[in-house]
């Protein structure tokens, strides 16, 4: 993929940048969180020296979340970059390749008023993270180009089923915007275009 150029501000505070990997025909989106404790960086790709200069510029970085064990990434250059952490859900920790500093659990408050929602049945420790009215997702639904919402297609989750009742969860949460860590983010009324689709137990096929 492509390093990314440009940054897109998707609400107040939460920014996005994306390449989109030809191969597999899917957007790969990375995140920064701007926190009263500052900087988060969420399943960060390496982007193109311009934009790695703006995403200094938005304050003080605190940490790197990595919404699951497969999305690395460039977490690792993030980190040496920045001098900051990187954090993950415990049960990622056995299956990442690179050293998590910070394991976490479901429900724990990171930094910044982030919450973290344990959702598993995805890929290894899938998390998705709540900040104020917006639920930041990694591998758990998905947006294509052009398509609506899915969940994660089975043939890369742990556990199907497990993921459809993980998703549930999700009723129990308040958040009018929805970013996806592959796909184009929902904002504003997300929930009601979710709602069918959290409440289903079909499970997914990969297309």
Known sequence: MKPATRLHTIVAGIHRWNSWHTEWKIDFSSYAVVTSAGVWFLDPMRPAPALAKTLRSLGEPVG???TNANHERDADWFRRELQIQIYAHEKAIPECDLKVDVPVVDGEK??????????????????GLLCEKTLLLGDALIHPKNKPVERLPDAYCEDP??????LKKLQDFAFDNVTFAHGEPLV???VKQLTSLIKSRKTTKSS
């Not at 990171?110 to 998390?127: Q, S, T």
């Not at 089923?161 to 993980?166: D, F, I, K, M, Y």
């Open 110 to 127: 990171l930094p910044g008023d982030l919450r973290v929602i344990y959702l598993p049945g995805a890929g290894p420790g899938e998390c």
């Open 188 to 190: 504003g009324n997300a």
């Open 161 to 166: 089923r497990q993921l459809a009742r993980s």
């Open 64 to 66: 790197i979340f990595l």
